[in-house]
């Protein structure tokens, strides 16, 4: 595995063996009922579940962008990232932490005021276009996320001419780009389920490990997608097993963090890919 590190507020935090992202959702409506966390008590112990459990990143987010999710505006959820932002600051002052949105003024108010350490963009600038200049500004590591369409669209018959090509051209343009404004803490997201069908999400966790000619750190967020769920026929709350089986492929095919509901068991499946690729 690369040897990446990435500049945490002057210090290094490397990437040597794989990290785990606990998913912490300010929201009313994700896709998987039990990750919404709306009142203090309930946030303050889902940050706790993440920490005791072995999570090393936080990440929260209070715009669900689950198909056809409601378009709430930035007023809305600044408010709601505010709320959680506070409580999750006064229990875990030095928690790592990313935010989970598309939009330029939200990640730079989390940042200013509440000292989070990472963006996580799901439109990688598309929604926003003040985003890049503003991760060049507050050089804090910045996760892409690749995303045909919108949340509102995406899931409305996407089409590739060729899947693979398209992701990697719609990457070499924005890592490019951004390296030219001076930002070089990268982390590509390839999106799973976010315009993309069933064959879609398959051919593109087939073809994981060639993410790698980026020589930048790769996150893969499945945890209790419909491209497990629909596969077996069951719901996200019965799709563990397969989050599970389908972060195993992710973590030997090169993945570097994993963004998860269930934090126990990819911590778990981390070590045991880790004990195995050190033999």
């Not at 799709?239 to 778990?268: M, S």
Request: hydrophobic share 40%; glycine share 6%; proline share 4%.
């Amino acid at each position: 595995m690369n040897q990446f590190s990435l500049n945490l507020n002057g210090k290094l935090y490397e990437l040597s063996s794989p990290k785990v992202m606990g998913i912490l959702n300010v929201t009313p409506d994700s896709f998987y009922a039990g990750s919404r966390k709306k009142t203090e008590e309930d946030i303050k112990s889902r940050c706790r579940e993440i920490i005791e459990e072995g999570g090393d990143i936080i990440d929260i987010g209070a715009y669900s962008s689950r198909p056809d999710a409601e378009h709430i505006s930035a007023e809305e959820e600044k408010r709601r990232l505010r709320t959680g932002l506070e409580i999750l600051r006064n229990e875990y002052p030095e928690a790592i932490v990313s935010v989970d949105t598309f939009r330029a003024d939200v990640a730079e108010m989390c940042v200013k005021e509440y000292n989070v350490n990472i963006i996580n963009d799901i439109s990688a600038g598309e929604m926003d276009k003040e985003m890049f200049n503003t991760v060049a500004r507050l050089q804090v590591p910045y996760i892409m996320m690749h995303m045909k369409g919108t949340p509102q669209d995406m899931q409305k018959s996407p089409q590739y001419t060729s899947l693979m090509k398209e992701i990697f051209m719609y990457f070499s343009e924005k890592v490019y780009k951004l390296h030219e404004m001076g930002v070089n803490d990268l982390i590509l997201d390839p999106g799973f389920g976010f315009g993309k069908t069933l064959e879609h999400n398959y051919e593109l966790m087939n073809h994981l490990e060639e993410f790698s000619l980026f020589n930048l750190p790769v996150l893969v967020g499945i945890s209790r997608k419909s491209m497990i769920y629909k596969l077996l026929g069951n719901t996200p709350s019965e799709a563990l097993n397969g989050t599970t089986a389908l972060n195993t492929i992710a973590l030997l095919k090169g993945a570097n963090i994993l963004r998860v509901h269930d934090v126990k068991e990819a911590v778990e499946t981390v070590r045991i890919v880790t004990a195995l690729n050190t033999k």
